[in-house]
């Protein structure tokens, strides 16, 4: 496969990953890529996306119910009142990924924004999309792990107290989040956000 455009069942043309399960097909065509604003939101996003470092993403997206239900809806004002008991409740959760690290990363990371002002995470993360859009992308080879605005953002959100961030996460949360569009050119969802 050259990492392009692939039509589906239905005739319409998506990035090839959007095809590979009916999970990704949904979540390519109504979320990925599209602009998601709000701290609680985009904090989500943030642990989601430290959770998949290393897994697959489909194996967040088939537990993100389980990690809503475990993390409160991942209201960062209820999540920053975790306790200890908290964690073990966690850790023995098998509606999640079960990491130690990235546990103890989100729950310190929801109460470093608790102390934050209302709209300062949304205008952390969107200050570093970028301002002028990049071609769009003709393969998947072509999309970029990392980027000059996602390594500006990973240190950003480290300087400001964040865990589990490096530049290829806080690329896949622009991705996830519509900073950037990387569906393949002439896909269905390309221009959606």
Same mark, same amino acid.
């Given at each position: 496969?050259?990492?392009?455009?692939?039509?589906?069942?239905?005739?319409? *043309?998506?990035?090839?990953?959007? *095809?590979?399960?009916?999970?990704?097909?949904?979540?390519?065509? #109504?979320?990925?890529?599209?602009? =998601? &604003?709000?701290?609680?939101?985009?904090?989500?996003? $943030?642990? *989601?996306?430290?959770? %998949?470092?290393? +897994?697959?993403? $489909?194996? /967040?997206?088939?537990?993100?119910?389980?990690?809503? #239900?475990?993390?409160?809806?991942?209201? /960062?004002?209820? =999540?920053?009142?975790?306790?200890?008991?908290?964690? %073990?409740? $966690?850790?023995?959760?098998?509606?999640?990924?079960? @990491?130690?690290?990235?546990?103890?990363?989100?729950?310190? @990371?929801?109460?470093?924004?608790?102390?934050?002002?209302?709209?300062? +995470?949304?205008?952390?993360?969107?200050? &570093?999309?970028?301002?002028?859009?990049?071609?769009?992308?003709?393969?998947?080879?072509?999309?970029?792990?990392? #980027?000059?605005?996602? #390594?500006? $953002?990973?240190?950003?959100?480290?300087?400001?107290?964040?865990?589990? =961030?490096?530049?290829?996460?806080?690329?896949?949360?622009? %991705?996830?989040?519509? +900073?950037?569009?990387? &569906?393949?050119?002439?896909? =269905?969802?390309?221009?959606?956000?």
């Amino acid at each position: 496969m050259s990492g392009g455009l692939v039509a589906g069942p239905d005739g319409v *043309l998506r990035c090839p990953w959007g *095809l590979s399960t009916e999970d990704y097909v949904t979540y390519h065509d #109504t979320e990925w890529g599209r602009p =998601v &604003h709000g701290d609680d939101a985009l904090y989500e996003r $943030l642990c *989601l996306e430290a959770f %998949q470092s290393g +897994l697959s993403w $489909l194996t /967040i997206l088939r537990r993100r119910e389980g990690f809503r #239900t475990a993390f409160a809806g991942f209201e /960062i004002a209820a =999540v920053a009142r975790f306790g200890e008991a908290d964690a %073990q409740r $966690l850790l023995a959760d098998e509606g999640i990924i079960r @990491n130690r690290a990235k546990i103890e990363a989100t729950l310190a @990371n929801a109460k470093e924004l608790s102390g934050w002002k209302p709209g300062e +995470l949304d205008a952390l993360i969107w200050s &570093h999309a970028p301002e002028e859009p990049g071609p769009a992308p003709r393969t998947v080879a072509d999309v970029p792990a990392v #980027t000059p605005e996602s #390594t500006a $953002l990973a240190k950003a959100l480290k300087k400001a107290g964040i865990r589990f =961030v490096g530049p290829t996460t806080a690329y896949a949360l622009m %991705q996830a989040c519509g +900073l950037v569009d990387d &569906h393949l050119a002439g896909c =269905v969802s390309r221009g959606t956000g």
